[in-house]
């Protein structure tokens, strides 16, 4: 059974800086594409960032380019994202999923989600 | 990149079939077979049920479909059931620096 755990979430302050990590088992993780997907309060699931199965290529939401980094570790079967610079608009249940990109680009399991709060 | 346009709701009588629509460009939609469907229901991990426009995950029932003519994708539910009530998003790769695009969701009641 596929589960994707994902950590992190919290309150924090704007600007202030939060790492997300997601905790993969019953796949072979260094195989996949991984993505985080957010929902805002009220809104629809929005897609913010991706990465390789290697870890070589990453792709980010223009809202989210250059404030944060997705990472992971194929040893540790982990997922991370490290948000700094954080904005209420940043205030979202985050989810991680894995990316299937051969001939096709779809979520295919979906975790949890953890609760990131960006407030003062 | 603009989000893939769906109705805000659709409403249908158990039993009965209903359709959500997902329109977007030729660089999305149009351009590849790569439309992909979502269920979610609240504080839950979304759960695809679709891919690729037309085929479905194991253990997804027979009574969703999908399909594509043009820019715009569909998502046909048969025998609409109560479980099915739900939100359901579609999304898509795109040929730009932000691969990966959603609709805005749909809202689906069983009255």
């Known amino acids: 059974e596929v589960q994707l755990l994902e950590s992190g979430g919290g309150l924090v302050q704007p600007g202030g800086s939060l790492r997300l990590s997601c905790a993969a088992s019953g796949l072979t993780f260094s195989t996949y594409a991984m993505g985080w997907v957010r929902q805002a309060p009220g809104k629809g699931l929005k897609w913010v960032s991706s990465i390789s199965a290697g870890g070589g290529t990453t792709y980010y939401t223009d809202s989210v380019r250059g404030r944060f980094t997705i990472s992971r570790d194929n040893s540790k079967n982990t997922l991370d994202l490290q948000m700094d610079s954080l904005r209420a608009e940043d205030t979202a249940v985050y989810y991680c999923?894995?990316?299937?990109?051969?001939?096709?680009?779809?979520?295919?399991?979906w975790g949890q989600g953890t609760l990131v709060t960006v407030s003062s | 990149q603009s989000a893939l346009t769906q109705p805000a709701s659709v409403s249908g009588s158990p039993g009965q079939s209903i359709t959500i629509s997902c329109t977007g460009t030729s660089s999305d939609v149009g351009g590849y077979n790569y439309v992909s469907w979502y269920q979610h229901h609240p504080g839950k991990a979304p759960k695809l049920i679709i891919y690729?426009?037309?085929y479905r995950p194991s253990g997804v029932s027979n009574r969703f479909s999908g399909s594509k003519s043009g820019n715009t994708a569909s998502l046909t539910i048969s025998g609409l059931q109560p479980e099915d009530e739900s939100d359901y998003y579609c999304t898509t790769y795109t040929s730009s620096n932000t691969p990966v695009i959603f609709g805005g969701g749909t809202k689906v009641t069983v009255l």
């Open positions: 690729e426009v037309t």
């Open positions: 999923a894995n990316l299937v990109v051969s001939g096709g680009w779809y979520f295919e399991y």
